[in-house]
Each structure stands twice: as C-alpha cells, then as structure tokens.
C-alpha cells in the first residue's frame, strides 16, 4: 500500500477530533468536507456556523453540516480556557481581558481546545504565517516531557528506490528551528526517529549529517553534531543513531562501509538529521526538485498535542494528507 493509504486508513481507525480553525475558506471549507465524506477525522471547525454554512452552500458541499462548529464568539468554554491561559502565563502578565480577547482568534481557541483537552490536534496555516500559527501552539500547548524544541520533518519519497527504505526517508529540521545546540539537535534526532517510527512506521536508521564524517575535519560545527550524537543515543537508546556523518558516508553503502565501518547504519541511513534548518530546508527542496522527490510535511514534531502548519499555497489534498498525518500523530501519542 501506499504511504499515503496506509495513513489515512490509520487515520480512520484513530478518529481524532482534529480542529481546522480557517473555517471561511474555501480549500479548507472543500478539505473538511472530503475528510468528513472519507471518515478520515471528526472535524471541529472554529468560526461562525452561519459563515460556514453559508459557504458551504456556495462551494456545493454536502457533509459539512457534519462537522462540530464552534463561534469563537460565543464558546461556551471561553471562560474557562481564558482563566487557563492566564494560568499557564501568568508570570509573562497575562490578564483575563487580554485571554478573552485572544480567544476571539481561531487560532488560539484551537491551541486552548487541545490544552483543555476538547480536541486531539489542529491543521492551519492556509491563511495565516507560521509564526502565527505556531506562536500559540508554542505558548500554551508546548513540548513533550523531556523536548525543548519543535522542529519540522518531511516524508521524503524518491522515484529511485535504491534510496532509505523503498524509496521512503525522512528529513529533519527542515522548517522551524534555525541553530540547534547540541542538545537542541539531539532533541530533534529523537524526535524525528521517533516520526519516522510513527508516521511511516519505519525502524528509524539516523544519520546526524555534517560536512565531516568521524573526526575528518576539525571543527566546532562538526563538534556540535558528534556530540548531539552521544546525547542522542543517551537519550533514546531504542534507536539506532550515528554522526557525525557525511551525506555519502551516510547513504551510499560503499562510501559508508570505506569511511566508518563500524558505524551501525552508515550507507543506509533512511533517517537524515540537518545540523542546521539552513541544511535541512535546502536539502529538501533541492532533493525535491533535482530527484522528483514528493516531500511530504512539513510534520511538525516534538510538540505535546499534534499542531501542523500548511503553506499558504497548498492545495484541498494537502490540508486532507495533513489531517491524516495530525490523526495518525495524535494516534501514536496515546
Ligand atoms: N520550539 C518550541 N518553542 C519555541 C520554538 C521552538 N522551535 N521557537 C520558539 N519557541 C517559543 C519561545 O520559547 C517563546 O515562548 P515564550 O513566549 O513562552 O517565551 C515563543 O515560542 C515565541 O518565541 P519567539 O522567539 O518570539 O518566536 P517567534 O514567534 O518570533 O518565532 C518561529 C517562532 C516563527 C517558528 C521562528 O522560529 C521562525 O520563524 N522559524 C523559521 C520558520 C521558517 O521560516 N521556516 C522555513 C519555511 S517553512 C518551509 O519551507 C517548509
């Protein structure tokens, strides 16, 4: 089966109620229809039910009065996720009238339904910046136990399939987190592994990528992606991790086996770590246009609850993937 397949039947297994809070527009209005007819998540959209429906009429579409519509207006909850908020920051001197205030956006009315726990993750980003989508999703939902930082990941599917697994890898931080330290990068090796285990239920070989590979050159950034390794390792011992590697030494078996033969995945690495998101999102893009890659992502990961953000330019099918991907992380987080 396809990757893609495989997830949406997951997604329909796990049912999660996922929140799209750009309710007014069309391409997300067009998704949350298709994900209603295809089962593939209960649908909350955070908007004016006479907007949306009004819309939906316009746009033809038929299962909408499906989904959960809630007025960020009139949410009965409001009051209780604003004393939420100025519990969870207080010390930065938030006050009720300013939660209450920021409430009135889709965007933190959905970040405080996943805190409150009345929904299991969102997709925006349609229409509104990254920034704006991940500041709240930062800011009140935060990272998992033992994480400090959110990075992106994508689901990298190559025509040749000599590559990872069948064709498949997967690429991290390739969208949020400009300059790891150490730990930081050690964080996102995790947590990408833990993707890849999660999303395209691969047994994660990561490579922690450098312009050195064992010690080759010298220097403090090759130093930072050896020691993130050993953090790393430390970390999520489960996992197979090894760096600091060259992009060859990692993917191409005999350059692997003549560079570092000891390494346990050097040569068939289907799990790439950037030391930089510099690297990372120029890889993709680059692997993607030169190798007719299908990038999938950016899957953002490390966060608590599964939040993901869309390009402003994407299509019905990307917000409908993307919400199979949000369900099938809110799934494996259980
Ligand atoms: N993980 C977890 N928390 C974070 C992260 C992170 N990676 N980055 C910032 N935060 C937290 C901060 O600690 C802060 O929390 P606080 O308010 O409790 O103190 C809060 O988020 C806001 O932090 P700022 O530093 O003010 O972050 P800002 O909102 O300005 O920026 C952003 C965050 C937008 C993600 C920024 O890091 C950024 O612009 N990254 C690059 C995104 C990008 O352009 N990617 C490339 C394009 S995407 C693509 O091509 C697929």
Known sequence: MELLDKIKVNAKKFNKRIVLPEAWEERTL??????????????????????????????GLKNIEKAVIIDPANHEKK??????????????GMTKDEAMKLLDNPLYLATMMIKAGDADGEVAGANNATGDVLRPAFQYVKTLPGISVVSGAFLMIMPDKKWGDNGLMVFADCAVHPD???????????????????????????????????????????????????????????????????????????????????????????????PSLEAGNIAYKLVQRLANAEAIGPVLQGMAAPINDLSRGCSVSDIVNLVAITANQAGAGK
Do not use: W
């Not at 907007?51 to 009429?57: G, H, K, N, S, T």
């Not at 999303?199 to 070989?205: S, T, V």
């Open 180 to 274: 790891p330290t150490d730990r930081e990068l050690a964080e996102i090796a995790v947590c990408t592994a833990q993707t890849a285990l999660a999303i395209a239920e691969m047994e994660p070989r990561v490579a922690l990528l450098s312009f050195s590979t064992k010690g080759s050159a010298k220097h403090e950034m090759v130093d930072k992606v050896a020691s993130a390794t050993q953090i790393a390792r430390q970390m999520a011992p489960q996992f197979l991790f090894d760096g600091e590697l060259q992009a060859d030494a990692a993917i191409v078996e005999s350059i692997g086996r003549k560079k570092c033969p000891d390494s346990p995945i050097a040569g068939r690495a289907n799990v790439l770590v950037f």
């Open 30 to 59: 067009r998704a949350a229809d298709q994900i209603i007819e295809e089962g593939l998540a209960q649908v909350y959209l955070t908007e004016k039910r006479e907007v949306v429906l009004r819309e939906a009429v316009k746009f």
């Open 79 to 92: 009051e209780s996720y604003a004393n939420l908020m100025v519990e969870l920051r207080k010390s930065k």
